[in-house]
């Protein structure tokens, strides 16, 4: 894990881009979520919501869900959507394969499977591989935001903090609200600002108006 960390930074032009995403009523459609869990048959997270959303902004942006080996850039079709899990034996990156065919609890069952198996050290052999796009959520931990670093040859990783109640303006009116940071390091090589700035865009949207999400 560490060679490849070390050499993810050398072989790559890496630049991280973040915005302060109101998350209000992502967390409120959650909880309605949760009050129907009995029906679901899940108790559904806020990271599979940020996963959902990010699997709907890789559908619509595909040039960030691809892989570069430096010379050849592929494309993918198929969302094989890594997961960073932290396990005591250290950092594991299982991948849930065509995340983009999955319902929002059919998407947190996968999720949930091979993250237990990460930290049990039961992951089957080859499913940590062949992931197009990684997401890393630290929202459980005192940490706002961070640079991740890719995970080669993705070329791109998309990172979100915890949600924290902070003073906001809402139609020119200070309230209330809860606000996460969320952050994109991508391959510079392959992704360009304006790329970037689309994506953060339209994941904004999907997280501020959270039934579209599912939608």
């Known amino acids: 894990i560490a060679k490849n960390m070390f050499n993810s930074l050398q072989e790559?032009?890496?630049?991280t881009?973040?915005?302060?995403?109101?998350v209000t009523e992502l967390l409120?459609?959650?909880?309605?979520?949760?009050?129907?869990?009995?029906?679901?048959?899940?108790?559904?997270?806020v990271n599979d919501l940020l996963a959902m959303a990010t699997v709907k902004m890789l559908?619509?942006?595909p040039t960030a869900n691809a892989t570069f080996d430096g010379k050849?850039?592929?494309?993918?079709?198929?969302?094989?959507?890594s997961v960073a899990v932290a396990a005591e034996v250290g950092l594991m990156v299982p991948v849930v394969k065509n995340a983009q065919r999955m319902s929002l609890v059919e998407l947190h069952n996968a999720m949930s499977d091979v993250a237990v198996?990460?930290?049990d050290q039961k992951l089957k052999g080859g499913e940590q591989a062949g992931g197009t796009?990684?997401?890393?959520?630290?929202?459980m931990f005192p940490i706002d935001w961070?640079?991740?670093?890719?995970?080669?040859p993705q070329v791109a990783i998309m990172g979100f903090g915890r949600a924290v109640k902070k003073m906001a303006v809402v139609n020119d009116q200070p309230a209330v609200r809860s606000m996460m940071t969320m952050y994109l390091t991508f391959d510079h090589r392959v992704i360009d600002g304006l790329e970037v700035g689309r994506v953060m865009e339209d994941m904004q949207t999907l997280l501020c108006n959270p039934e579209l999400i599912t939608a």
Do not use: W
Not at 72 to 80: E, G, I, W
Not at 133 to 139: D, E
Not at 146 to 152: A, E, K, L, M
């Open 12 to 15: 790559m032009a890496q630049c």
């Open 17 to 22: 881009a973040a915005v302060e995403v109101d």
């Open 28 to 45: 409120d459609y959650r909880q309605k979520l949760v009050a129907n869990q009995e029906y679901l048959g899940c108790k559904v997270t």
């Open 59 to 61: 559908q619509k942006h």
């Open 72 to 81: 050849t850039l592929f494309v993918h079709s198929a969302v094989n959507l």
């Open 117 to 119: 198996r990460a930290r």
């Open 133 to 139: 796009f990684t997401i890393s959520n630290v929202g």
């Open 146 to 152: 961070s640079t991740p670093i890719i995970n080669p």
